[in-house]
């Protein structure tokens, strides 16, 4: 199974305690999630993230084609970080931590995850034609949203 990293780095003139309670909240996803996606929430155990809570999404894969997602919040460090991780979905393994540290003038928001794709060799072939970029494109449309939504640092 080939592992594929994600990193991504943002500063965001905001408190951390701002920045938690927006994060923390399964329902804010949507807001900084591109809506070709058609992603949606079909069910979240609370409104506020904790250990152990289960989500579950449908996402557009393809025109017409809809996939169910189910991730699991592993570990929630109070105001700083959390973990979730796929327990089923379009990827063979996905671990994506956010992680919020204090700087100069607001906060730096973290995002890395790690993934791997299923179906092999096929996945494997897909992965530098369709599924990075696409996973570039979502992070980049996250970035623009929060940017919009709370500013920038000079």
């Known amino acids: 199974m080939q592992v594929h990293h994600l990193f991504q780095e943002q500063a965001l003139p905001i408190s951390m305690e ?8 399964p329902r804010n996803l949507d807001a900084i999630t591109p809506p070709d996606l058609g992603f949606r929430i079909e069910y ?3 409104e506020r993230m ?3 809570q289960i989500i579950t999404y449908k996402v ?7 996939v169910p997602w189910v991730t699991e919040i592993k570990s929630v ?3 700083h970080s959390f973990i979730d991780v796929q327990l089923a979905g379009p990827y063979r393994l996905w671990h994506h931590r956010h992680l919020f540290e204090p700087i100069e003038g607001g906060i730096r ?3 890395q ?3 791997a794709l299923p179906f092999g060799p096929v996945g494997a072939i897909a992965h530098p034609l369709f599924v990075r970029r696409k996973l570039e494109r979502i992070f980049g449309f996250r970035r623009e949203m929060l940017a919009e939504r709370f500013g920038k640092l000079p």
């Open 18 to 25: 701002e920045a938690w309670a927006f994060f923390s909240s």
């Open 50 to 52: 904790h250990e152990g």
């Open 44 to 46: 979240s155990s609370s």
């Open 109 to 111: 928001m973290t995002d």
């Open 113 to 115: 995850v790690h993934y």
């Open 60 to 66: 557009k894969i393809l025109p017409g084609l809809w």
């Open 77 to 79: 460090e109070e105001g």
